[in-house]
């Protein structure tokens, strides 16, 4: 994304970080050639590199494999990729189904002190 002021870019924070273009261009590559060497569409990652798709946990074990990353910069590209999310598919159990939505419905309206308490009774 080079030329590109990182608040014209169409991706999220953390997204460039994740998506592999970095690796690509750091060895470059282009994206037909990356999209071969991951066999994924060059389309596909242009989306996931633009913002415009969330990053498959997939995706980012086949940059791990076919870029050799070491375990710290496999776990930095997972967590990244992590913060960069925005959509969450969870299928809770029946007797959870409620209070998930519920959680769901209200995070808007929580205050920081809630949000922080919630997030340590989970984390715990």
């Known amino acids: 994304m080079k ?3 990182r608040e ?3 991706g999220r924070p953390d997204q460039e970080a994740v998506n592999g273009s970095t690796y690509r261009i750091e060895r470059g590559e282009t994206m037909a050639q ?3 060497r991951l066999k994924r569409s060059a389309s596909f990652l242009s989306s996931v590199e633009t913002g415009r798709k969330s990053i498959p946990e997939s995706l980012i074990e ?3 494999r076919e870029y050799g990353l070491a375990p ?3 776990s930095e590209l997972s ?5 960069s999310a925005t959509v969450f598919r969870i299928e809770p159990a029946e007797q959870d189904q409620e209070l998930v939505a519920t959680f ?3 995070l808007d309206t929580l205050s920081d002190e809630q949000r922080k308490r919630i997030f340590n009774i989970l984390k715990s």
């Not at 967590?79 to 913060?83: H, K, P, T, V």
Request: proline fraction near 4%; avoid cysteine.
């Open 34 to 36: 990356m999209a071969d």
């Open 72 to 74: 710290a910069a496999a």
């Open 8 to 10: 014209k870019r169409a």
């Open 3 to 5: 030329g590109i002021p």
């Open 79 to 83: 967590a990244a990729a992590a913060r």
């Open 104 to 106: 769901a419905r209200k």
């Open 62 to 64: 086949d940059v791990v």
